[in-house]
């Protein structure tokens, strides 16, 4: 078998055993991504170029990568562990800081930021023998669901139709994840970042908890939403790459003192006997008309909603009991909650992108130093962030916080009940991961209350903290792949594992589960 | 329908936000603006008990859960001119930046 197409176990599993060297791993892998990736992103880059390719990649570090995979090799040759991940190759999202390497948030005005220094996550990985291989596309700061807002040009494109999108913010990790340049990479999800491109793309993505992974490192989006996780092929990937970089942090005082599981033995005590809940505010949708202005209730596709319920009849076959009619009252207004919240925070984040201690500043004269704040960002932000920054200087303005934002806060305690009083009668819960598959490029973006309910039906979990999970569940009638999901109470990522896996096993021998994006002969 | 946010509101906003914008991007952002805030009106619908809590994050943190507060010990960067190397001007180890406005106090 191609050393691509090698899960992260099964690298790590290969190297400890001296079956393969790291650097082999690591030349197969960059031969592959030169093959399928086509140009990286680029300021001023074009949206069209090499239209056939995946374009995953803002910055690829080849050489970086090489001097880590010899000490790995070194490490193996002097009878060390190097550990757990030891010689597999990860991408990480442009929005989180690697030492020495261009950490640019997919923004003009951090294209020339090289951090001084790296985020706990992907410390942790690179500890545990992970060969980092390069940078990752997204959307402008995170800020989009299809990684067309990106200022790194081509942005990424879907492996599986590179017409349609990957989803995003995290499109870059789960492009190059499904396109196989590197088993696992590291993403964020702030209302759905990660599980939306992971369904797009036909692959795995974890949101852990809020707390569970510190956020040290991470280039800050909404502070009180952000999760760094995970995306793999596979859910034994998933929980390898969390049981690795989970835990306390005194980087990050928001990284939670609880303790980890060995989430890899977790995973294989399978669903027998647990509650599994479906409601029905997951089964329906909502859209906004904007020549209206009324919110739209439709059901769910009926593609996308009989993958739920096979999934629920596969958990019960193995001994899962299903729980119908769990309420999830405030599911509907998790997007205007969000909408209210991530903007005050965005907003804030930004302020610090002013053009004096680090990245883009304004080439034009200036003669005071407030000209030089308002050209420097008109000039550095894309369209997305500078719409966040006025969103969030209004809603939390003196005047209409009460309306807005203090409302907005107290409807996520809402959220946050519901969960709460679903997870006293079931322990997960099971929903569509999204309420479509992959749009078409162009498609959606302009309109951005539309790109925002992609996210519906995952964003209540990043209001509450709880953590979920998007897996593979097949393809609709444009052979796009779309995703089931499931929920957990805090800090209970073991029985997302769980039922992740004995949802994976149950479909193991589906045809669908054989379909590649590419032919690897 | 009137916008919630009309030009006048919109310009102040720009101030407030340090921001500059071209007469089409100020168009567009306006409208998406108004477009957000008609799904946000969505959260007037939900009758609210006064007595409902706000939250601002969504994982409670107890004392089991929350990390120690640190020392408060100064840690000293092992290489601030690698720190430097990251700013648009700098100058004998100062950060330049133009004229800062002077306001005369009332």
Known sequence: MNLVELSALEIARKIHAREASAVEVLEAHLSHIARVDGCPGAIGGNPQAEADKVHAFISLTAERARVKALAVDAQIAAGQDPGPLAGVPVTIKDIFCVEDTFSTAASKILANFKAPYTATAVQRWENAGAVVLGKVNLDEFTYGSSNESSAFQPASR?????????????????????????????????????RLPAAYCGVVGLKPTYGRVSRYGLIAFGSSLDCPGPLTRSVSDSALALSVMAGADPCDSTAATVPVPDYLAE??????????????????????????????????????????????????????????????????????????????????????????????????????????????????????????????????????????????????????????????????????????????????????????????????????????????????????????????????????????????????????????????? | MTDEITPELFEHLVELAALELSVEEGEYLRRQLNNQLMAIHELQAIPLDPATPIASHGVPYTPETSAHIREDILKSYPDPAKLLEGAPDVQENYIVVPDIPHQSLK
Do not use: C
């Open chain 1, 267 to 521: 995973m294989e005590k399978g669903v027998k006997g647990l509650k599994i809940g479906l409601s029905p505010d997951y089964f329906r949708i909502t859209y906004f008309n904007a020549e209206t202005g009324e919110l739209v209730e439709q059901s769910l596709p009926d593609e996308i909603k009989l993958s739920v319920l096979d999934a629920a009849e596969r958990m019960a076959k193995l001994g899962a009991e299903i729980i119908e009619d769990v309420p999830m009252r405030h599911t509907r207004f998790g997007i205007p909650a969000y909408f209210v919240i991530s903007r005050v925070e965005a907003a804030s984040n930004l302020h610090r992108y002013d053009g004096v201690k680090y990245g883009y500043r304004t080439p034009d004269m200036t003669d005071d130093l407030r000209s030089m704040y308002r050209k420097s960002r008109a000039q550095g932000f894309g369209i997305q962030p500078k719409l966040r920054v006025l969103m969030g200087m209004y809603v939390s303005a003196a005047q209409y916080s009460e309306q807005y934002y203090n409302r907005a806060l107290r409807i996520r305690s809402l959220i946050r009940q519901d969960f709460d009083e679903a997870f006293q009668k079931v322990d997960l819960l099971l929903s569509p991961s999204t309420p479509s598959a992959a749009f078409k490029i162009g498609g959606v973006y302009g309109d951005s209350v539309l790109m925002q309910y992609a996210d519906q039906l995952l964003v209540t979990g990043n209001h509450a903290g709880v953590p979920g999970i998007s897996v593979p569940a097949g393809f609709d009638h444009d052979a796009m792949p779309i995703g089931v999901h499931f929920f957990a109470p805090d800090f209970r990522e073991d029985l997302l594992f769980r039922a992740g896996r004995a949802y994976e096993q149950s479909t193991g021998a589906e045809i669908w589960r054989q379909q590649r994006p590419f032919n690897f002969d």
């Open chain 1, 158 to 194: 879907n492996p599986w139709d590179t017409t349609r999108v990957p989803g995003g913010s995290s499109g870059g990790s789960a492009a190059a994840v499904a396109a196989f340049e590197g088993p696992i990479s590291l993403g964020t999800d702030t209302a759905g970042s990660i």
